[in-house]
């Protein structure tokens, strides 16, 4: 079960999340997300983190040039991008050696046929709930929508994921799903994770 915390905006927090070695850290360079990380932490604060965790830039609807310059800037190993992206946007960007997750916004109307021509370019999907704002709602989607799903591409489960869902993550099969993205229910305010939280859930699903 891989997880990804995200959302992390605090030095000391950031610190304190490495220690409960997630397989991924989410930073979110969307300005108008209440996580927005840019002027709370530096390139140099996250050269703390172990290469054992992939660093990972959140974007959304940002010009490919732009994200380009963000990951070298500092060092992110994935790139996901939780806007409109297109699939050419994604092409760039993996041809520019970039590990990308591309993030959809579910509905019982999504139809996951769309997602095939993704597939080449993406090294993973991330299923979060729809909403008509971009970034996360903090809200779950009903997570039977993903049995309409059959690709074979592997996908982060998303969406309003809190302490006190280890028993229906466990319960919950589906032959492409690796792991959990955890993010405003674990907060103990925004950007800032209760450490205790994440390491009871991570310690019960893995």
Known sequence: MKVKICGIANRENLLEIIELNPDFMGFIFYPFSPRYMKDKLSPVD????????????????????EIVDIVSKYNLDYIQLHGNESIDDCKQLSSSGLNVIKAFRLNKDFNFDILSEYIPYCRCFLFDTYTPEYGGSGKKF???????????????????????????????????FIGIDLNS??????????????KMLMKSVR
Request: aromatic share 8%; net charge neutral.
């Open 46 to 65: 996250l050269l703390e983190i172990p290469v054992s965790i992939n660093k990972t830039g959140v974007f959304v609807n940002m010009n490919v040039i």
């Open 142 to 176: 009903n997570w039977d929508i993903i049995k309409k799903y059959k690709s074979g591409h592997p996908f982060l489960l998303s969406g309003g994921i809190e302490p006190s869902d280890a028993e229906k993550i466990l319960s919950f099969s589906h032959p492409s």
């Open 185 to 198: 229910r674990f907060e103990l305010s925004s950007g800032i994770k209760d450490v205790d939280k994440l």
